[in-house]
Nanobody, 116 residues
């Protein structure tokens, strides 16, 4: 079992920045993958960024060069730094942890709204 608590969402103007945090109940370095997903109204949930236990990362094409995923071993926290935000980044952002068994756990989500 992994409990995840996201924070850091809010309202920002286009071009601005936000940093999201996902605090996990166990070491994020021992979790197979940690990822950030988002879901806009009327759209399916999509992968935004992911970091594997070995530290490799991957990003959706729409956020490459603007978003950065990172993790803190001491705080058991994964971050998503979002720069140059666009209105189309508006969504509920979810943190997900996937164990080596394939079992996945979701956080409760945090709203990000980017105004034009």
């Amino acid at each position: 079992q992994v409990q995840l608590v996201e924070s850091g969402g809010g309202l920002v103007q286009a071009g601005g920045s936000l940093s999201l945090s996902c605090a996990a109940s166990r070491s994020v370095f021992n979790i197979y993958t940690m990822g950030w997903y988002r879901q806009a109204p009327g759209k399916p949930r999509e992968l935004v960024a992911q970091i594997a236990s070995a530290g490799t990362t991957n990003y959706a094409d729409s956020v490459k060069g603007r978003f950065t995923i990172s993790r803190d071993k001491v705080k058991n926290t994964v971050y998503l730094q979002m720069n140059s935000l666009k209105p189309e980044d508006t969504a509920v952002y979810y943190c997900k942890a996937v164990l080596r068994s394939g079992l996945g756990f979701w956080g409760q989500g945090t709203q990000v709204t980017v105004s034009s």
